[in-house]
């Protein structure tokens, strides 16, 4: 019974004693801080002075890496500033996809009017509501998809790790998606042409 009453009040001493004092608040030294304190951020918020507080973040996959689930990666990185090399090369590179069928073609239209469609305009004009004939926020007028003669790879190039004005778009669509969306312009290119081959047929002979 003694050494029971003993145990107890021992007990009772080691547990005021970890739970009395003053509470510390300071963690100390954390190994990988950015990590451990994300900082979030919106997706098309302004990024420009991350370096300037130490912290690297430049919108992008980690190089060499690719998602779980996904496939198809892309063989070429991003030029070093003031190399085109890359950019040139990947005129060679082929659309992996299969032509897509009805369902994929809608869903691809989907995926440009979410993404691309705010500067490219929902008819790929160059006219989206960014631009807006010049009226809206955005001063230079994007790319008329319509009549850019682009090769599919050097399309996917540039949406991967942007071009001239337009940002990356690899952390908001998959391999799989950016070239869906390459089939979705090339189709509506295709159309365009089509509809204005009877057209310049019919004035050739007059």
Known sequence: MKKVSIITILSAAVILVSCGGDVKRNP????MPDMAYSR???????HSNLEEQGI???????????ARGEEMPFPLQKDAAGDT?????????????AALDAKDLKEAER????NCGICH????DGNGPLYKDGTGPYPAAPKNLMTLHMPDGQMFYS???GKNMMGSYASQLSRKQRWMVIHYIKAKQAEANAAAAPAAESTDKK
């Open 28 to 31: 100390g030294s954390v190994y």
């Open 40 to 46: 979030a951020y919106e997706t098309y918020s302004d």
């Open 56 to 66: 690297h973040y430049n919108n992008r996959p980690v190089a060499g890496t690719i």
């Open 85 to 97: 090399a890359n950019y040139a090369a990947s005129k060679q590179i082929q659309n992996p996809l």
């Open 111 to 114: 995926l440009y009017l979410v």
């Open 121 to 124: 305009g929902t008819k790929l």
């Open 159 to 161: 949406v991967t790790y």
